[in-house]
């Protein structure tokens, strides 16, 4: 027999308030509670662990993207939901990759080596718009606020990204990635012709890499109660 649950004993088994209970399952995050004749929510296990794998995978992705994830996994066969969480893992991947290409480019711009300083190469905005996996309109708006100061060539006068700015179009992009704000950024672009600039988007761009780390450790924790709602959907529809 399914194990009932009022509204009461769901928020403490799941560290939310009654509210935000009622909030989530308004929301879809939980199927609908059954209503008793006096009007009371009923909840049952399968709600338990509905509402154990949102917070779970809220903490990795947020709370938005987790709930958009979890409607479209409990509308997929159980195959398609795998391969949707594996690409979940490969996205923090691809985030932690361009972290790293961000932090390696620092290295070339060091003003203390001049062998580095000019490592040669360039981009047109599209070019770098995919190489960074951002619109082109993201690379004008960051060169708007101050951040990018690409050159311009020809009779058009197209955008060209020199190494060096492409360097620090991976920080800013990095950094945007992690929700960092454009003053913050501007401030960090501001020094990166010194030693001490560069010192400090190294230490900004480690930071983001732990947060990526702890994001993907809450991922894998979230695994098991997606798995177990992943097979309880399967098993009900």
Do not use: C, K
């Not at 995978?57 to 994830?69: D, H, M, Y």
């Not at 923090?92 to 290409?101: G, Q």
């Amino acid at each position: 027999m399914p194990h009932e649950l009022r509204t009461g004993e769901l928020a403490r088994a799941t560290g939310y308030s009654d509210q935000q209970v009622r909030d989530l399952e308004r929301l879809g995050v939980i199927p609908p509670a059954a209503r008793s004749a006096n009007g009371y929510r009923s909840y049952a296990d399968a709600h338990l662990v509905a509402l154990r794998a949102y917070r779970a995978l809220a903490l990795a992705i947020g709370p938005v993207a987790a709930r958009s994830t979890l409607a479209e996994l409990r509308t997929r066969p159980i195959a398609e939901a795998a391969a949707l969480v594996d690409e979940l893992h490969a996205g923090l991947a691809r985030e932690r990759e361009r972290v790293l290409a961000a932090r390696a480019g620092l290295a070339a711009i060091a003003p203390t080596d001049a062998s580095a300083a000019d490592p040669g190469g360039s981009m047109s905005i599209t070019e770098l718009a995919s190489a960074l996996d951002v619109p082109s309109s993201t690379l004008r708006f960051w060169e708007a606020e101050g951040l990018l100061r690409p050159d311009r060539v020809g009779s058009m006068a197209a955008r060209s990204y020199s190494a060096a700015q492409i360097v620090v179009a991976r920080v800013v992009a990095a950094l945007r990635e992690g929700g960092a704000g454009i003053p913050a950024i501007r401030s960090i672009v501001a020094t990166l012709g010194d030693e001490p600039g560069i010192a400090s988007a190294d230490r900004a761009l480690d930071a983001r890499l732990d947060a990526l780390a702890e994001r993907s450790v809450m991922l894998l924790r979230a695994s098991a109660a997606l798995v177990e709602l992943l097979e309880r959907t399967e098993v009900g529809g």
